[in-house]
């Protein structure tokens, strides 16, 4: 609002208007007045249940204050006297304060007091409540590398806390980067900062409402027809490494034992442990690698074609310090064939080897396994990768129309030129020319 008033006199004239910014404001007032903030200090960042806050306002005129302590609804209300443009309370911070509380100011000016154009002034702040006994200490206790295909097993501990709920995950930490996924912390989610769900209203500024802008966009559709233009066939190229313990309970000595299965895998693990009991919380993570001594890695397409022919490296990493023979056995199912079922390699100690394996895809399509079976320092090591052998053209449709006479009979003649993979045909019989039109009808009708 914007008044104009004569230097002595009591009356003004007064114009309220709205002030709005398209863009990354989105169209929001700024009808609030920074000259009518009240500014709330608090002596601590955080607060333990048990504790005094001491809360010093610095107001922008001297009046009559309601503070108010709230989160989701009020909890307590008082009237403070503004003297000289400051006030100052005790709070006393309990358990019901966790994790967040907000204080929150209101203040008026006497009604016969025309020294300044403010009516209001309102001010809110946090008050962040924490009881660290409320985090429990979890740790794992794993070894920093295992060997695959065996199990293992995995102790949590929460020292000193029998009876504990908890559960332990071990999930490959290739998966965890690509998601961009992060431990989770339930004590920092249930004991976040909470915001201000309650809403203060006064009548000093009639504020009008926001418009309601609507976005629209452009209708769309046919998206389920895109569909039939990619590849037909889904594989499993790499198999996930994701274990889940359940809901385990810790012993007298704070501890729980958790037994593994690991599977074929090559990388590094991440062990997430979460525990709970009450109101208490607590996580922790630890890597772990997973390795054989002899790696064995096959590098195969993303996919090919009925009739592709291609070279399949297969390398070999020896981990150990001493060189050794490694034995390969290929073997293959589906449309895929291997020109070599058998292939031997030396690879010298802490050293990386390939040796390339050609195969020639079938004339049908469909999911093909490539298995490789590596013997080498007495152990027999296994690596499957499935493979996906899809249509070298894309989808496509071949529609044909004509004339019957009545009392006549026509031959269709259907060439066997499709792959039997989504192969599909239909007739559509009509007295009126809109036969040409039946793959619309059919979707418009159902």
């Given amino acids: 609002a914007l008044r104009v008033s004569k230097a002595g006199d009591a009356g003004y004239n007064q114009i309220e208007f709205y002030s709005y910014s398209w863009g990354t404001s989105d169209m929001t007032s700024f009808e609030v007045d920074p000259e009518a903030r009240v500014d709330i200090v608090l002596d ?8 005094k806050a001491h809360i010093l306002f610095q107001a922008p005129f001297s009046g009559r204050m309601l503070v108010t302590i709230e989160r989701n609804h009020v909890f307590t209300h008082q009237y403070l006297d503004v003297v000289n443009n400051a006030a100052s ?11 967040t509380v907000y204080v929150a100011a209101v203040l008026f000016r006497k009604i016969n007091d025309l020294s300044i154009p403010l009516l209001a002034g309102h001010g809110f702040a946090p008050v962040i409540v924490e009881r660290k006994s409320n ?15 065996g199990k293992q097993t995995i102790t949590v501990a929460i020292a000193g806390e029998p009876g504990v709920a908890l559960t332990l995950a071990a999930v490959d930490e290739g998966i965890c980067q690509v998601k961009n996924y992060k431990t989770p912390d339930p004590y920092g989610y ?8 309650t809403d203060t209203h006064d009548f000093f500024k009639h504020l009008l409402p ?28 790499f198999k996930p490494l994701a274990i889940w313990s359940g809901i385990l309970t810790t012993d007298g000595n704070g501890e729980v034992t958790v037994p593994l299965t690991i599977p074929e895998f090559n990388g590094e693990v991440r062990l ?11 996580s922790a993570e630890k890597a772990m690698k997973v390795a054989d001594n002899i790696v064995v890695t096959p590098a195969l397409p993303r996919f090919v074609a009925p009739g592709d022919s291609f070279s399949m490296p297969v390398t070999a990493f020896n981990t150990t310090g001493s060189g050794t023979t490694v034995m390969f056995d290929i073997e293959t199912a589906g449309p895929l064939r291997a020109a070599q079922k058998q292939v031997e390699l030396e690879v010298g100690a802490n050293q990386e080897r390939y040796t390339p394996v050609s195969l020639v895809a079938g004339p049908l399509i469909g999911a093909a396994t490539v298995k490789l079976r590596a013997r080498a320092l007495g152990e027999v090591l296994e690596s499957t990768t499935e493979l996906p052998v899809r249509p070298a053209a894309p989808f496509a449709t071949d529609a044909k129309t004509g004339f019957v006479d009545g009392g006549k009979n026509v031959s269709l003649q259907v060439g066997d030129v499709y792959l039997p993979a989504g192969r599909k045909a239909y007739v559509a019989l009509s007295p009126f020319p809109v036969s040409a039109m039946a793959g619309q009808l059919k979707d418009l009708l159902g």
Avoid at 44 to 51: D, L, N, Q, R
Avoid at 89 to 99: E, G, Y
Avoid at 190 to 197: Q, V
Wanted: without cysteine.
């Fill in 44 to 51: 601590k960042k955080v607060y333990a249940p048990g504790e």
């Fill in 89 to 99: 309370m005790d709070l006393d911070i309990t358990d019901a304060h966790l994790p």
């Fill in 135 to 149: 985090k429990l200490d979890v740790q794992i206790r794993a070894p920093e590398r295992i060997r695959p295909r």
């Fill in 190 to 197: 249930f004991y976040a900062r909470r915001a201000l769900e």
């Fill in 210 to 237: 926001e418009p309601d802008r609507s976005r629209l966009s452009s209708t769309g559709g046919g998206e389920a027809e895109m569909g039939k233009r990619l590849n037909p066939l889904g594989v499993q190229r």
């Fill in 272 to 282: 997430m442990a979460f525990a709970y009991k009450g109101d208490r919380f607590g």
